[in-house]
């Protein structure tokens, strides 16, 4: 086996979606060292990003009332918006020339796991999708108060509610426990001061806009994780994430998402101290270090949009432009992974959640349904006894087993079964 | 990384265990299995029902007949002259109807203020804490998958309604299996053989590839025999009113779950435990609607589904558990709603149930940081499930637990 062929099969699969065809053969070539630095390094101009026109996602206004012709317009309207939004997203995931923004983008979505179908609005979901890609690689400190005063995020939480005369606990239990600290890294009494803290804001829900209502602030001294001053969302936000569990919790939630859900993260690493200044591009650098990347115990399986992705990207799909984008969504709904639509506010499981028989019978469809709209010529033209090791190059595969070989043996004669059952496979599922 | 190390390294960190555990079953034993062995009459088949957010549980079972409840609550409580009156003290929410005519045919348990020790009020780690039922060890595995593990190899033994499987029924090494709502469609002829080949265990697999490959094994096993049955016509509730020639009892994604288990149940599938499960409790804001619309189709997704069951021979078999990660605060929040808290009523429903309460009603005078005190572990309860429903000694599934109460 080429030297580092697991550490860049890992590159290409978890900070990017696997690679385009001719990649990984060409990175195997450059090396790990030049791959990483290719991999890691955002460039300035992203043109294949840039083909991907914004979507026309605009604030609807209020609801009409009932039983008006404005309101079937607001509905249409509205559910345009709510297809556009995933599917916007989806094309920017597989055409990006550059991966790992989106990644990035990709993962703080399922960290601050907010759905659409309680906002009942797309735009303020749309806005928040451009805080985080704004902060993907940016500052924590500064993306988690870019997120106290984000629209989708409080009304999710139900911020609104959150008043000095009656506090709601909802925003300031998971900013503590799954967005900023980890639980039981705080007590309840922190929980109830945390959310006298968040009082006072207000969200216009067609917009997002969140404004300030001092009357309805608690300006009262708060005790929060030993600290007594009188917080405010903001400066307890900035009190939370300057805690070292902080950087403990988002150094745990890398390495959960990126690196492994089954083992944790060791206790002596360096994840923790690369964090030290907030700094997210650095924690990225550490979490691709060798050592972490070559240990074969690190497998984790691919969520249904990262392995949708990969696939798009290897066989050059616009996923807008499948027909149809429709069909496309209800597909990513079998397989329980909706972008805009986590299950809850911890976001999508992990590993073997994914790997249940009704998910194998979605992506055996899924597959033949894709493979059916692509250009598979460059695999035709391959000797049928080649495919098998040109499609293990082609798709980042570390090494088909003796099972998938004896399998994918039966149908080498055949592009697009032999495609769906490599795509299918154990080992194109799961990342090695 | 040479293959040799890497096979080594599996086998001495035991990663390779799922594929040499798990016997290979081909289409052919499981069919036959299906049609050969069907379940036996008589033997209990368990029905899980998880309420996913938080259930409020002193708006399910409301005491009506304490101030303090009102007086903590004055937004949303419910009216004496509301609640389904289950005794001088307790009272159903309004929308469980259908769980109160079973309640008078003594058909129901409620068991009070139920959780577990130092209760977690995060939705995630309280439902992993449930699911898993270890809260003091916190395994990973879930309570039913570990009953799983300690009974022969079956894919059918245990399902899940949905394609993403809970961890109730994941084990070490071995899980139940998830159905999707509409069945299977698997690829057919030649080429299923060639995907069937992917299903193989191979000892270079590590833990997630060979689970990979058990999913598609046990997608051909089960879908062989689940598929034909799914096109029958559901069981006819005939003690229903009907509407257009269907039973009356709404539509809701829950009583769709519940019309899979029926026809399947009757079928003969040997499944002994089932998992279905609503999510929405979650009521931070305007509860007392919201809940009630939840509340009002479990109720009548549980109770049709009884009256289905009951013109089968597996209608004496069936129990049902109904519950969530947690009940809610006592005081209500500003915003009409109530935030996460603590103990609450598990519901036990069949006609192997000894109907009626168990357990103290926790008080509302003596809270826990504003929270009510758990008055019933809920091990006593798996406990009971596992030996009088299920037939399995449960201590060992439990890590050791050993009391248990008396509900059947």
């Not at chain 1, 902060?135 to 995020?153: H, K, P, Q, R, V």
């Not at chain 1, 139900?158 to 426990?177: C, F």
């Not at chain 2, 003594?106 to 209760?119: D, F, N």
Request: proline fraction near 6%.
């Amino acid at each position: 086996m080429e030297t580092n062929r697991l550490e860049i099969a890992r590159l290409y699969h978890r900070f990017g979606f696997g690679p385009r065809p001719g990649e990984f053969k060409a990175a195997l070539a450059n090396g790990l060292s030049a791959t990483k630095t290719a991999l890691l390094s955002v460039p300035a101009v992203d043109s294949g990003a840039a083909q991907v026109a914004e979507p026309n996602i605009t604030n609807l206004g209020t609801r009409p009332d009932q039983k008006t012709s404005a309101l079937i317009e607001f509905n249409i309207a509205l559910r345009q918006q709510v297809k556009d939004l995933p599917l916007w997203w989806l094309d920017r995931m597989a055409l990006s020339d550059h991966a790992l923004t989106e990644r990035m983008t990709w993962f703080w979505h399922g960290h601050w796991a907010t759905a659409i179908g309680k906002i009942n609005h797309a735009y303020p979901i749309y806005v928040q999708n451009q805080t985080l890609r704004k902060y993907a690689l940016g500052n924590f400190g500064e993306m988690t108060s870019a997120m106290i005063n984000d629209g989708a995020l409080q009304f999710w939480l139900d911020g609104g509610e959150n008043t000095a005369k009656s506090p709601n606990e909802n925003l300031a239990r998971e900013l503590m426990e799954l967005f900023v600290l980890g639980v039981n890294r705080y007590t309840e009494t922190d929980v109830r001061e945390l959310s006298r803290a968040l009082t006072g804001y207000q969200i216009e829900r067609p917009s997002g806009k969140v404004t300030f209502n001092a009357k309805r602030y608690d300006s009262n001294i708060k005790t929060i994780l030993g600290s007594s001053t009188t917080f405010n969302g903001i400066s307890a936000a900035a009190h939370l994430v300057a805690q070292k569990d902080s950087a403990k919790f988002i150094s745990e939630r890398f390495w959960f998402r990126f690196i492994s859900s089954q083992i944790e993260l060791p206790s002596e690493n360096s994840l923790e101290k690369s964090f030290e200044t907030r700094d997210i591009s650095k924690l990225v650098v550490a979490l691709a270090d060798s050592q972490i990347l070559s240990n074969p115990s690190y497998s984790i399986v691919k969520p249904p949009v990262e392995w949708f992705i990969g696939v798009a990207r290897y066989l050059k799909l616009t996923p807008s432009a499948l027909k149809t984008p429709g069909q496309l969504l209800s597909y990513l709904d079998k397989l329980a992974q909706v972008p805009f639509n986590p299950p809850n506010v911890g976001g999508w499981p992990t590993d073997e959640s994914w790997l249940s028989s009704a998910s194998a019978q979605s992506r055996i469809q899924f597959a033949a349904w894709l493979i059916k709209q692509a250009d598979l010529t460059a695999l035709a033209a391959i000797a049928p006894n080649k495919r098998i090791a040109w499609l293990q190059d082609e798709l980042g595969v570390l090494s088909f087993s003796t099972r998938t070989r004896l399998a994918l043996n039966g149908v080498k004669g055949t592009p697009a079964q032999l495609l769906q059952l490599a795509i299918c496979s154990p080992e194109y599922v799961v990342s090695a | 990384m040479d293959t040799l190390s890497r096979r080594k390294f599996l086998q001495l960190s035991g990663a390779a265990a799922v594929g040499a555990a798990a016997p290979l079953l081909t289409m052919e034993d499981i069919a036959h299995a299906a049609q050969a062995r069907p379940l036996p009459l008589g033997t209990p088949i368990l029905i899980m029902v998880t309420l996913y957010g938080g259930n409020d549980g002193l708006n399910t079972v409301v005491p009506f007949t304490d101030p303090l409840y009102f007086s903590m609550r004055p937004d949303i409580s419910y009216a004496p002259e509301k609640v389904l009156k289950l005794d001088e003290q307790l009272g159903l929410n309004p929308a469980m109807t259908g769980i109160k005519s079973l309640w008078d045919q003594k058909k129901v348990a409620i068991v009070r203020g139920v959780g577990y020790p130092k209760p977690d009020r995060s939705h995630f780690t309280s439902m992993a804490i449930w699911q898993s039922g270890a809260p003091v060890s916190r395994l990973n595995s879930g309570w039913l998958g570990r009953w799983v593990e300690s009974q022969a190899v079956d894919p059918m033994l245990a399902i899940s309604l949905g394609s993403v499987l809970p961890p109730l029924l994941a084990g070490e090494k071995r899980s139940g299996s998830a159905l999707p709502l509409g069945g299977l469609v698997i690829p057919t002829g030649t080429f299923a053989k060639d995907c069937q080949k992917l299903a193989q265990a191979v000892s270079t697999d590590n833990k997630l590839m060979a689970a990979a490959a058990t999913s598609m094994r046990t997608l051909f096993s089960v879908s062989n025999t689940v598929t034909p049955v799914l096109k029958m016509p559901a069981p006819v509730a005939d003690d229903l009113p009907t509407v257009n020639g269907g039973n009356a009892g709404g539509d809701s994604n829950l009583a769709q779950q519940l019309d899979v288990v029926a026809k399947l149940i009757a079928a003969g599938s040997p499944t002994r435990v089932w998992s279905v499960s609503l999510g929405g409790f979650d009521t931070h804001a305007n509860e007392a609607n919201a809940q009630a619309e939840l509340l009002g189709t479990v109720s009548a997704a549980l109770s049709r589904f009884t009256s289905q069951m009951k013109n089968t021979s597996r209608g004496k078999d069936i129990v049902m558990m109904v519950y969530s990660e947690f009940g809610r605060r006592v005081k209500g929040n500003a915003s009409q709603g109530t935030d996460h808290g603590t103990a609450g009523p598990v519901f036990l429903i069949g006609d192997r149930v000894k109907g009626g309460f168990y357990g103290d009603q926790p008080s509302l005078s003596n809270l826990v940081n504003g929270d009510l005190s758990v008055t019933t572990d809920f091990r006593d309860i798996y406990a009971a499930v596992l030996e009088d429903v299920l037939k399995t000694p449960a201590e060992k599934v439990l890590t050791g637990w050993k009391s248990k109460g008396q509900y059947f």
